[in-house]
């Protein structure tokens, strides 16, 4: 395929995701129900939207230049969905485990603001197991692509065990 092919194969992709328009979106109803229980499937719409849609994005962004069929480019977004809720969920488990030395920012914020996460919702182990089995689904999902990806399975585990 040529280079003019696939960046019109990325300009069709984006017009069926609208980031900027989800990030702006996530943000507002974000800040709407802080302070108010959620439930979690409102909980997983917002991860799905806020570093979801950011990290599909840019996933697809590289599929798509790379050539990567039209089922490549499926697998490729529920990867990155998929590493988008583990990325979000270890951040609520930081925010509970970490210090502000290790972490670089203020811990427990998410308590102080009477956030809902994933962490109050399933609680710390249960959070921990989830990360877990939510980033080795998307090591599968990297697996099952014709192309090795040793630098994006390397990230996938750094995701899981990051300290900060």
Known sequence: MSVILR????FRSWRRKPVSMACWAVRWYDVESEGQPLEREKLDFIY???????????MLIGAVLAGASEKEQQVILQVAKDVGLAFQIQDDILDVTSDMETLGKPIGSDEKNHKTTYVTIRGLAQAQK??????????????SLSEENVFLNELIRYLIHRKK
Do not use: F, N, P
């Open 130 to 143: 989830d990360v877990e089995k939510i980033s080795e689904r998307a090591l599968e999902g990297v697996a």
């Open 48 to 58: 799905d939207l806020k570093t979801g849609a950011l990290i599909e994005a840019s």
């Open 7 to 10: 960046w019109q194969e990325l």
